[in-house]
């Protein structure tokens, strides 16, 4: 699968030192239907989990947004 970034996404990637091959890691692993996804996940070196939304059609995966989570929420995969 291809994954983009939108100008936003690699805007909040920067903002909060979220690197993209971190989120192309958690990406790889989890399989998408068309459509607009969300993923919430522990990462290693952060305090709080970190939440990509992206939007999957025809093979391309487009991250559109990625932060860290306040404290207290729970890790969730996929909705």
């Given at each position: 699968?291809?994954?983009k970034f939108?100008?936003?996404?690699?805007?909040?990637a920067?903002?909060?030192?979220?690197?993209?091959?971190?989120?192309?890691?958690?990406?790889?692993?989890?399989?998408?239907?068309?459509g607009?996804?969300?993923?919430?996940?522990?990462?290693t070196?952060?305090?709080?989990?970190?939440?990509?939304?992206?939007?999957?059609?025809?093979?391309?995966?487009?991250?559109?947004?990625?932060?860290?989570?306040?404290?207290g929420?729970?890790?969730?995969?996929?909705?």
């Amino acid at each position: 699968m291809i994954i983009k970034f939108s100008r936003h996404a690699r805007r909040r990637a920067k903002l909060y030192k979220i690197s993209e091959d971190i989120i192309r890691e958690l990406l790889l692993g989890t399989d998408f239907s068309d459509g607009e996804h969300e993923v919430i996940k522990n990462v290693t070196g952060y305090k709080c989990p970190i939440k990509t939304v992206v939007a999957v059609e025809a093979g391309t995966i487009t991250v559109i947004t990625n932060y860290p989570l306040k404290k207290g929420k729970e890790n969730e995969n996929s909705l």
